[in-house]
């Protein structure tokens, strides 16, 4: 069974850092990453990683945000510092594996709020 799971949202102070971390567990992943879903806004890309390494950011986070992944343990993690207020938003692991699927984990809830 394909299981993501997510953790490190929270609440934070603009200008604070979190870091999420998304770990895949069943298969082994070739591309993860991060969206995240304001209430009433479109689903949109943070930032994604390879198994290589390759990285991939929306304009909105570049310089703020950093994807890493550790292919050990199959997991990625999104360092975000430097939040605003509209980083404000559910964040949603997705991965797709090596043998195929694309699967969403269940979301973490970030808030940058004073």
């Known amino acids: 069974q394909v299981q993501l799971v997510e953790s490190g949202g929270g609440l934070v102070q603009p200008g604070g850092s979190l870091r999420l971390s998304c770990a895949a567990s069943?298969?082994?992943?070739?591309?993860m990453g991060w969206y995240r879903q304001a209430p009433g806004k479109q689903r949109e890309l943070v930032a994604t990683i390879t198994r290589g390494g390759n990285t991939n950011y929306a304009d909105s986070v570049k310089g703020r945000f950093t994807i890493s992944g550790d292919n050990n343990k199959n997991t990625v993690y999104l360092q975000m510092n430097s939040l605003k207020p509209e980083d404000t938003a559910v964040y949603l692991c997705?991965?797709?594996?090596?043998?195929?699927?694309?699967?969403w984990g269940q979301g973490t809830q970030v808030t940058v709020s004073s």
């Open positions: 997705n991965a797709k594996f090596v043998i195929g699927g694309t699967y």
């Open positions: 069943g298969r082994i992943f070739s591309i």
